[in-house]
């Protein structure tokens, strides 16, 4: 079972972040300890706990809501997730304990930044881009002119197939580590084109693969 530690900019934050999983049915940890009985939260307020979570070998996902506490060492500064309120449902959500890992393949714009979270970020800015070509630019990475446009570059397939011959063998690592999710980023200028034909792709070809969840999300087309 998955456990999550919660820190915070305030008490207030804290306190928040565990009301916020328990609604979507984490139980509350009494302690810090190996946690087997249900996806369980535990409130962080001082670095010392993950000290001690570290040198115990426990497992857990450090989450912090809010701004930095400025705190060395703290919540904030070793955070896997760092979220504000309307992102904690959805966090809650995706973090359950699952039967399989959950890998999202995820494009984005960098001009509005990386998404918070990802494990890995794929840079596609030195494909040539369907946006300077007029009857493309209008399309996105979801039609399949654009997609033809951009696998059809050798540097695309070449992207792909070493991107997959590396991730697939680590998948057994990650779930032995305790993950049940990761997201792998695949970023251009503007979020439409190549950045969602490449995470396209790669969720089409990890689906053919045994014993994990895929899911695929375009940030700048999403409404």
């Known amino acids: 079972m998955a456990l999550v530690i919660v820190g915070g900019a305030s008490a207030e934050r804290v306190g928040t972040a565990v009301r916020t999983f328990q609604a979507e049915g984490w139980a509350l940890a009494p302690e810090l300890g190996p946690w087997e009985e249900a996806d369980g939260v535990?409130?962080?307020?001082?670095?010392?706990?993950?000290?001690?979570?570290?040198?115990r070998g426990i497992r857990y996902v450090l989450v912090h809501h809010g701004p930095d506490d400025g705190v060395p060492e703290g919540t904030y500064a070793r955070a896997h997730h760092r979220v504000e309120s309307s992102q904690l449902p959805e966090l809650a959500r995706r973090l359950r304990t699952r039967e399989c890992l959950l890998v999202t393949c995820l494009a984005f714009a960098y001009k509005n930044g990386i998404p918070e979270g990802s494990a890995w970020v794929v840079d596609a800015r030195f494909l040539d881009n369907p946006y300077w070509v007029a009857e493309l630019r209008p399309l996105t990475g979801l039609d399949a002119p654009v997609r033809d446009f951009v696998l059809g570059q050798p540097s695309a397939r070449g992207l792909l197939d070493g991107l997959e011959a590396t991730l697939v063998p680590l998948l057994d690592d990650y779930r032995r580590r305790g993950r049940m999710e990761l997201t792998i980023a695949f970023g251009c200028t503007g979020g439409r084109h190549r950045s969602v034909s490449l995470a396209r792709e790669m969720a089409d070809r990890l689906r053919r693969r045994p014993g994990i969840e895929v899911g695929f999300r375009a940030r700048e087309l999403d409404p």
Do not use: H, I, N
Not at 46 to 55: V, Y
């Open 42 to 55: 535990l409130a962080a307020g001082d670095p010392a706990l993950l000290r001690e979570a570290d040198g």
